[in-house]
Protein backbone atom coordinates (compact mmCIF):
# COMPACT_ATOMS: atom_id res chain seq x y z
CA UNK A 1 0.00 0.00 0.00
CA UNK A 2 1.26 3.69 -1.13
CA UNK A 3 0.08 6.97 1.09
CA UNK A 4 -1.95 9.07 -0.89
CA UNK A 5 -2.29 12.55 -1.68
CA UNK A 6 -3.68 15.03 1.17
CA UNK A 7 -3.42 16.53 4.56
CA UNK A 8 -1.02 13.75 6.46
CA UNK A 9 -1.42 12.07 3.42
CA UNK A 10 -4.21 9.55 4.93
CA UNK A 11 -5.18 8.19 2.02
CA UNK A 12 -4.43 4.47 1.28
CA UNK A 13 -3.91 3.22 -2.04
CA UNK A 14 -3.73 -0.54 -2.28
CA UNK A 15 -1.54 -1.66 -5.67
CA UNK A 16 -4.24 -4.63 -6.66
CA UNK A 17 -7.50 -2.36 -5.55
CA UNK A 18 -7.10 1.30 -6.46
CA UNK A 19 -8.02 3.80 -3.72
CA UNK A 20 -9.73 2.25 -0.15
CA UNK A 21 -12.23 4.05 1.48
CA UNK A 22 -10.96 6.93 3.66
CA UNK A 23 -13.61 9.49 4.65
CA UNK A 24 -10.96 12.49 4.53
CA UNK A 25 -9.29 11.41 1.17
CA UNK A 26 -11.51 8.82 -0.76
CA UNK A 27 -15.26 8.56 0.67
CA UNK A 28 -17.36 5.78 -0.58
CA UNK A 29 -19.94 8.47 -2.75
CA UNK A 30 -16.30 9.40 -4.22
CA UNK A 31 -15.56 5.85 -5.21
CA UNK A 32 -18.35 4.41 -6.72
CA UNK A 33 -17.23 3.24 -10.42
CA UNK A 34 -14.32 3.07 -11.82
CA UNK A 35 -13.21 6.80 -12.04
CA UNK A 36 -13.12 9.16 -9.01
CA UNK A 37 -14.86 12.42 -9.68
CA UNK A 38 -11.62 14.40 -9.13
CA UNK A 39 -9.19 12.12 -11.62
CA UNK A 40 -11.89 12.79 -14.27
CA UNK A 41 -11.75 16.49 -13.20
CA UNK A 42 -8.11 17.30 -13.34
CA UNK A 43 -7.61 14.86 -16.68
CA UNK A 44 -9.93 16.87 -18.29
CA UNK A 45 -8.76 19.81 -16.81
CA UNK A 46 -12.18 21.04 -15.99
CA UNK A 47 -11.68 24.87 -13.76
CA UNK A 48 -13.37 25.31 -10.32
CA UNK A 49 -17.07 26.02 -11.59
CA UNK A 50 -16.91 22.89 -14.08
CA UNK A 51 -15.35 20.46 -11.78
CA UNK A 52 -17.88 21.11 -8.97
CA UNK A 53 -20.78 20.61 -11.73
CA UNK A 54 -19.18 16.70 -12.34
CA UNK A 55 -18.43 16.58 -8.51
CA UNK A 56 -22.17 16.79 -7.17
CA UNK A 57 -23.48 15.25 -10.12
CA UNK A 58 -21.13 12.38 -9.85
CA UNK A 59 -21.59 11.53 -6.47
CA UNK A 60 -25.16 12.67 -5.61
CA UNK A 61 -26.82 9.14 -6.24
CA UNK A 62 -24.40 7.55 -4.02
CA UNK A 63 -24.14 10.11 -1.15
CA UNK A 64 -27.42 9.55 0.40
CA UNK A 65 -28.46 13.56 -0.57
CA UNK A 66 -29.55 13.63 -4.11
CA UNK A 67 -31.40 16.53 -4.02
CA UNK A 68 -29.10 18.67 -2.32
CA UNK A 69 -26.39 17.41 -4.23
CA UNK A 70 -28.12 18.33 -7.17
CA UNK A 71 -28.68 22.16 -6.32
CA UNK A 72 -25.22 22.47 -5.41
CA UNK A 73 -24.26 21.60 -8.99
CA UNK A 74 -26.76 23.67 -10.11
CA UNK A 75 -25.71 26.93 -7.91
CA UNK A 76 -21.92 26.33 -9.65
CA UNK A 77 -23.58 25.89 -13.28
CA UNK A 78 -26.01 28.77 -12.44
CA UNK A 79 -22.61 31.05 -11.52
CA UNK A 80 -21.09 30.01 -14.58
CA UNK A 81 -23.29 30.75 -16.82
CA UNK A 82 -23.63 34.20 -14.90
CA UNK A 83 -19.86 35.12 -15.23
CA UNK A 84 -19.89 33.80 -19.26
CA UNK A 85 -22.72 36.05 -19.58
CA UNK A 86 -21.17 38.95 -17.60
CA UNK A 87 -17.80 38.21 -19.72
CA UNK A 88 -19.50 37.83 -22.86
CA UNK A 89 -19.59 34.40 -23.36
CA UNK A 90 -15.76 33.72 -23.32
Known sequence: MVKGPGAGNSG???LAGGYMSDSVNHPKYYN?????AIDAIED?????HEGN???YVARAKHKGRELEDLKKARFYLDRL?????TDGGA
Open 53 to 55: VVK
Open 12 to 14: TFS
Open 32 to 36: FGKIE
Open 44 to 48: WKLGF
Open 81 to 85: IRKKE
